[in-house]
């Protein structure tokens, strides 16, 4: 089986532009949680979705904004890049909320210049 | 708020030597994590540990994890270079949806 699987690997951004973050959780999993990982520290909760519904949302500006899909991918927006989102961006499926195990992607790496 | 610190933050050492990395957190927590993560890579999981006094152990890995101190150790024991990686604790609450906080890392260097 297939898992957790990001797109794209790699892409470099200007400040002030958008981008979007995709991501497809094991299947068979509904919930998928988002990560942001600066270089140097350890990853920050962003947002989890499960059953197409926000159920946390981390310290994150407005800029950033998710949703999940019917067939239970995501989508990570970020508007207006800073300096700042220069990282790498993880996405976690589980197979419902709360579930034990979350296995992560490998994730997005955004370079915002 | 829930925190987690992990020290040391860097830590080399020989091969053949043990070491202990320490995970604090501050509040209580119904599960905590060991990941490990390769230079550009994406995190792979180690173990979770559940419930106080928990010891769960793979090959040269072994974390142990004490509720009341709310402490988590990751011992390595005669350390070889392949376990050169970061290190990271996670702690979480199921009454938070198991959203998982991170500590900042512990990067080891194995020198032959």
């Known amino acids: 089986d297939a898992g957790v699987t990001q797109s794209p690997t790699h892409l470099i951004k200007t400040r002030g532009q958008h981008v979007t973050l995709r991501c497809s959780p094991i299947?068979?999993?509904?919930?998928v949680s988002w990560y942001q990982q600066v270089l140097g520290q350890g990853p920050q909760f962003i947002f989890q979705?499960?059953?197409?519904?926000?159920?946390g949302r981390g310290n994150f500006p407005d800029r950033f904004s998710a949703r999940q899909f019917p067939n239970y991918s995501s989508e990570l927006n970020v508007n207006a890049l800073l300096l700042g989102d220069s990282a790498l961006y993880l996405c976690?499926?589980?197979?419902?909320?709360?579930?034990?195990?979350?296995?992560f992607g490998p994730g997005t790496r955004l370079t915002v210049t | 708020e829930l925190k987690v610190e992990q020290n040391p933050l860097f830590l080399s050492m020989q091969e053949g030597k043990n070491y202990t990395i320490y995970c604090n957190y501050s509040t209580t927590s119904d599960r905590l994590y060991w990941y490990r993560q390769d230079p550009g890579k994406s995190l792979e999981s180690l173990f979770v540990?559940?419930?106080?006094?928990a010891v769960k152990q793979e090959g040269r890995l072994m974390a142990s994890l004490d509720t009341k101190a709310r402490l988590s150790t990751l011992h390595i024991t005669a350390a070889v270079h392949d376990l050169s990686a970061t290190y990271f604790c996670a702690a979480s609450s199921l009454n938070a949806g198991n959203m998982l906080t991170f500590g900042g890392g512990t990067r080891l260097m194995v020198k032959p």
């Open positions: 540990l559940l419930s106080n006094g």
């Open positions: 976690a499926s589980s197979f419902v909320q709360g579930a034990l195990e979350q296995y």
């Open positions: 299947s068979g999993h509904k919930s």
């Open positions: 979705y499960y059953e197409k519904e926000e159920r």
